[in-house]
């Protein structure tokens, strides 16, 4: 899939740089930067250390008035579950970040254009670049009606809850013991490794859980290993 133009995905994504340089570095990946260090300078890590940090200032500001009574661990967990990885990477894909990102051909012959890791972290650069070009504000108009929406399929889904948390509570409650997770695999490149974990109850393993780090995979594994206790056991 060839990637869009700058100027098509501007369009798209109702975003219009004065510094087309930095969108461009936004957009490109390692594994092209990897082969093709004529057409680029720099991949898009830098921008999305940045962007990493002022996603979290704003998410964090937005929902500290949104919820003028939430406690610090509510907010804590609203920001985590609206920040994680899967939510940014499905934002890039509504703003068409996923079309314009620059990959190596192998990478892009794999599978990396629809990579969640990718995804987040091209979604980060591009808010990383943003800021250097425009400023907080730009950030907040473009970024705080898209957490809005999220926020609402977050809370509808209660994705905020921590299944880990939870979990271990139902086990203790109606088991009388502990869960115990073990990282079983991983696999892919140090920039995009999927880690594969296992969460095992007595001496049964209930379930498996992927992800693009050791705590999203345990943290999956969990959830699925709920349901299948409630499923067996009913609610607590």
Do not use: W
């Amino acid at each position: 899939m060839e990637a869009l133009s700058i100027a098509a995905f501007q369009e798209l994504s109702n975003l219009h740089f004065n510094d087309q340089s930095l969108l461009l570095r936004s957009l490109t990946h390692p594994s092209f930067l990897n082969e093709h260090p004529d057409q680029a300078t720099e991949d898009n890590q830098r921008l999305e250390f940045l962007g990493d940090a002022v996603i979290d200032f704003i998410s964090g500001e937005m929902l500290y008035h949104r919820f003028p009574e939430a406690s610090e661990g509510r907010l804590t967990r609203l920001r985590a579950a609206l920040v994680r990885t899967q939510t940014l990477a499905e934002l890039a894909i509504q703003t068409h970040i996923n079309e314009a990102l620059l990959l190596g051909r192998g990478e892009e012959e794999s599978g990396g254009r629809s990579r969640v890791g990718n995804l987040c972290a091209a979604f980060e650069a591009v808010i990383g670049a943003l800021y250097l070009d425009q400023g907080f504000q730009a950030v907040r108009d473009f970024v705080c009606p898209l957490f809005e929406a999220a926020l609402e399929e977050i809370l509808r889904l209660e994705l905020d809850k921590d299944p880990k948390s939870m979990l271990q509570e139902y086990c203790q409650a109606k088991l009388g013991i502990t869960p115990i997770y073990q990282t079983v695999s991983s696999q892919g490149p140090d920039h995009a490794k999927e880690f594969t974990v296992v969460v095992i109850i007595g001496e049964r393993r209930y379930a498996e859980g992927k992800g693009f780090s050791k705590q999203a995979a345990a943290q999956m594994a969990a959830k699925q290993a709920l349901a299948i206790l409630q499923a067996e056991h009913g609610q607590p």
